[in-house]
């Protein structure tokens, strides 16, 4: 498939050089050759919404206010990508994918949920836990498949835990139920959500939090705070306009799950985003972008914001006012709640970026954080947004520093592969490596891979990473005036550089940022490197929701030789066969990228 109006310049380099200081291979001893935990997995269960509960989860002895880098026997100085704690616990949860109706603001719609709430429960665990989620689709009004991804998570060996319709699953059919097992080699926030098609944003996405050490101290964690842009037509019915004429304004933005529609005498629909706060305590939020196609600038007005990790990777805390979040990346800060002498109320400020966000209600997506017994209207002002903020960056480099230090080698440039967009007419597609992807719902890459498939379609957008342990580094330009949130499964990856205009060659080696989703920067490039030391078949895309649906990914087969010992087909075969009857019965047509 070819691209219409949209230029777009990337070249992709996969280096075979092996890192000065390799990694000692860990092959997790509680996997057995399917890569599922022994001795831990129950039955497949099925439960309803009213009859789940949520596992309990306490922190380690030790981790208190004052003690946050205190975990059991391990501290904020281990090397999580090399020791998880033996835990022993196993939490076991049950999601259930329904069609409901709410009002997030006011305006009712359709959507799909995770257990009738959006966003969904949060997924609660210790580092070290294992974690086990069953998960049921009653999608049948809607005759749509299903997936849940788990954004962030490792997924160390256990890649067909992945949730990737086309990658490592088939479609989950209505009426089925699916069992996901892994886990918790991190800590720290994430979030969970659909992966197929624009599911994630018609609601079937939660939140997740892996407790574990911190890199400053706080009082209270007040958990998910989930930024959304969102829309009053389902975002499936907007998708054609969408891609036959580009970017739209959205309807509206929503913290956690919930908005007015309007200002001031307008605003009778929706009610704000409330939190209470005591003067003298500090607070942990971990901030989620969910949107679609939304870069935000988060602000508490009066308030500073201390950052201590961003996705799933400790930093060395550093303080803002303002903090830029792309799509699909997290950041866990601290609020210090100090300003009660100032006013009782303070606005919560979620502002898309002005040259990469349409919304109506750009400037009201806001919520109240309170001092006193009841949220008021405040009256206060916020921050002053600079050029870095509406031009939807991501933090500087230098502010984004990772507690646990780690160099990667220099690239060297010996295996280019040239991946490019191509500008022609008709609806938008994006293509990479000379292709959109395209890929079959019901012939997903592991499937392939364990019947011994060799050669995969240039629409498979398959790159493949033959050895162990050794460097990967891809880089990506871009002509255009669009900044793309770049998200890589299976791992976290250093940015070894970033920038607007021409790269010039410089690269940061020296502990550089690691995470798993970054920005590429408008008529700019983003360098990134990672180790191939986890086998599998791992998706990288942009994470608006649009241009994934448009075939803006690849997939990255890691260790072809490692991945089949790693794949249990009758589980696959179990989502697969169901799949096929119902995509049979129900006359569907597959018309998107296929993830």
């Known amino acids: 498939m070819k691209l219409s109006r949209l230029a777009f310049l990337a070249q992709a380099f996969s280096a075979a050089t092996v890192y000065s200081q390799s990694l000692t291979r860990v092959i997790p001893n509680w996997l057995i050759s399917t890569g599922i935990p022994t001795g831990i997995i129950p039955s497949f269960v099925t439960r309803t919404q009213d009859s789940s509960a949520s596992p309990s989860v306490t922190a380690c002895p030790g981790n208190a206010p004052n003690k946050r880098a205190v975990w059991c026997n391990y501290s904020i100085d281990t090397d999580y990508e090399n020791v998880v704690p033996d835990t022993g616990k196993t939490l076991e949860y049950w999601f259930d994918i329904d069609e409901v109706t709410i009002s997030p603001d006011g305006f009712a719609r359709p959507v799909m949920a995770v257990n009738g709430t959006i966003p969904g429960p949060t997924l609660y665990a210790n580092w070290g836990d294992y974690v086990v989620i069953h998960v049921t689709s009653h999608l049948e009004r809607a005759r749509n498949g299903s997936s849940i991804h788990w954004h962030g998570m490792r997924q160390n060996y256990t890649n067909q835990n992945d949730g990737v319709v086309s990658v490592t699953q088939c479609p989950l059919a209505p009426g089925q139920t699916m069992t996901y097992r892994w886990r918790a080699v991190q800590y720290g926030s994430s979030w969970y959500h659909s992966h197929i098609g624009l599911q994630a944003w018609e609601g079937v996405f939660g939140g997740i939090v ?39 304004t959205l309807d509206n933005g929503l ?26 305590t500090s607070y942990r939020l971990r901030l989620v972008n969910a949107a679609i196609d939304t870069h935000w600038s988060f602000m508490i007005d009066n308030h500073s914001l201390t950052v201590i990790a961003m996705d799933l990777v400790p930093i060395k ?86 507690y646990l230090a780690k160099d990667v080698a220099a690239p060297v440039w010996n295996k280019p592969e040239n991946v490019s967009l191509n500008h022609l007419t008709g609806p938008f597609f994006w293509e990479m490596n000379s292709t959109s992807m395209k890929i079959s719902w019901e012939n997903p890459t592991l499937g392939q891979i364990y019947n011994n498939k060799m050669n995969f379609t240039a629409s498979s957008g398959v790159i493949e990473l033959p050895f162990e342990d050794e460097w990967v ?123």
């Open 317 to 402: 805390p550093f303080t803002t006012d303002i903090l830029r979040i792309g799509m699909g990346q997290r950041y866990d800060i601290i609020v210090e709640a100090n300003q009660a002498s100032i006013a009782e109320n303070f606005w919560i400020r979620a502002i898309p970026g002005a040259s990469c966000a349409l919304n109506y209600e750009a400037t009201n997506i806001e919520g109240i954080l309170y001092y006193g017994s009841a949220p008021q209207t405040p009256n206060t002002v916020g921050y002053t947004l600079t050029s870095s903020d509406t031009d939807c960056l991501d933090m500087s480099m230098t502010d984004l520093v990772p």
């Open 473 to 595: 580094y891809l880089m990506i330009k871009t002509t255009l005036p669009v900044t793309h949130p770049i998200h890589l499964h299976g791992h976290d990856f250093s940015i070894l550089a970033q920038g607007t205009g021409s790269y010039n060659g410089s690269v940061m080696t020296n502990n550089p940022p690691r995470r798993d989703t970054a920005m590429l920067p408008a008529m700019g490039y983003l360098l990134l490197g990672w180790q191939t030391n986890n086998p599998g078949a791992w998706l990288m895309h942009c994470h608006i929701g649009w241009h994934i649906e448009e075939g803006f990914a690849l997939q990255f087969i890691e260790r072809y030789d490692d991945i089949k010992s790693l794949i249990d087909y009758n589980e696959l075969q179990s989502v697969c066969e169901p799949w096929d009857a119902y995509d049979t019965s129900a006359n569907i047509t597959q018309i998107d990228s296929g993830v």
């Open 255 to 280: 913290l956690n799950g919930t908005n007015v529609l309007g200002t001031g005498a307008n605003s009778t629909k929706g009610s704000r985003f409330t939190m209470k706060m005591n003067q003298g």
């Open 210 to 248: 892996i407790n574990g050490p911190a890199t400053a101290n706080y009082d209270i964690d007040k958990g998910s705070l989930f930024l959304n842009d969102w829309t009053h037509a389902t975002v499936d019915e907007l998708y054609e306009f969408q891609h036959q004429n580009g970017p739209i």
